[in-house]
């Protein structure tokens, strides 16, 4: 079920930017003990839909839209559209963990091997200012954790997951802050942005 149908002619190109929160599928209908994009206080029009998605245990910058041109123009990895992330990881990251996942890992990708295209990764010294999680992460009281920014031009299924468990540092926590440079800025978690079309194609870097 889609939510609250409003009036907007259909025609219209709308653009919108949310923070989706922990626990939430990045579609309308309901699945299972999961909320949905339904249970977002805000009337969408019947046409918007979510481009590309962030798993129910992933938070963060999620775009909707009715331009069914963005998926293409957007998604497709010739393109390189850069997604960033903030990433806590179990254990003390290291230099030589950020370099594997420069170069490329090896992760399971729908049951073959696969090799990551490069991509830049940073720890972070300090803890990022993000909304609480929902419920919080739980946390091993004898194993440290780290923060880290990693920067990926493609999307595979729970990519930056698979990413850091093969450097041995499990996720506990993840949350995309951008796509290109349309960021979540200082949204909370459920907030919804409308976008102007022009401030949407100037910053996620689409010709459309």
Same mark, same amino acid.
């Given at each position: 079920?889609? %939510?609250?149908?409003?009036?907007?002619? /259909?025609?219209?190109?709308?653009?919108?930017?949310?923070?989706?929160?922990?626990?939430?599928?990045?579609? /309308?209908? =309901?699945?299972?003990?999961?909320?949905?994009?339904? $249970?977002?206080?805000?009337? /969408?029009?019947?046409?918007?839909?979510?481009?590309?998605?962030?798993?129910?245990?992933?938070?963060?910058?999620?775009?909707?839209?009715?331009?069914?041109?963005?998926?293409?123009?957007?998604?497709? %990895?010739?393109?390189?559209?850069?997604?960033?992330?903030?990433?806590?990881?179990?254990?003390?990251?290291?230099?030589?963990?950020?370099?594997?996942?420069?170069?490329?890992?090896?992760? @399971?990708?729908?049951?073959?091997?696969?090799?990551?295209?490069?991509?830049?990764?940073?720890?972070?010294?300090?803890?990022? $200012?993000?909304?609480?999680?929902? =419920? %919080?992460?739980?946390?091993?009281?004898?194993?440290? $954790? @780290?923060?880290?920014?990693?920067?990926?031009?493609?999307?595979?299924?729970?990519?930056?997951?698979?990413?850091?468990?093969?450097?041995?540092?499990?996720?506990?926590?993840?949350?995309?802050?951008?796509?290109?440079?349309?960021?979540?800025?200082?949204?909370?978690?459920?907030?919804?942005?409308?976008? %102007?079309?022009?401030? /949407?194609?100037?910053?996620?870097?689409?010709?459309?």
């Amino acid at each position: 079920m889609h %939510p609250h149908p409003v009036t907007e002619k /259909f025609c219209m190109k709308l653009y919108f930017k949310i923070y989706k929160p922990y626990g939430m599928l990045s579609q /309308f209908t =309901p699945e299972g003990n999961n909320k949905s994009l339904a $249970d977002l206080d805000y009337a /969408f029009p019947r046409d918007v839909y979510p481009v590309g998605r962030l798993d129910a245990d992933s938070e963060g910058l999620l775009i909707l839209t009715n331009d069914t041109r963005v998926n293409s123009l957007l998604l497709d %990895p010739t393109r390189k559209h850069l997604r960033t992330y903030l990433v806590q990881v179990e254990g003390n990251f290291s230099t030589e963990a950020a370099m594997k996942l420069e170069s490329g890992v090896t992760i @399971s990708v729908a049951g073959k091997k696969y090799i990551t295209k490069p991509c830049k990764v940073r720890r972070l010294t300090h803890i990022p $200012d993000l909304p609480d999680r929902n =419920p %919080p992460v739980r946390y091993r009281k004898t194993v440290s $954790d @780290s923060w880290i920014e990693i920067s990926l031009a493609e999307g595979k299924n729970r990519q930056v997951r698979k990413m850091t468990a093969a450097c041995g540092f499990p996720t506990l926590r993840l949350v995309r802050i951008k796509i290109e440079e349309l960021s979540l800025e200082s949204m909370q978690p459920c907030e919804v942005k409308q976008i %102007p079309a022009s401030d /949407f194609f100037k910053k996620t870097k689409i010709h459309a």
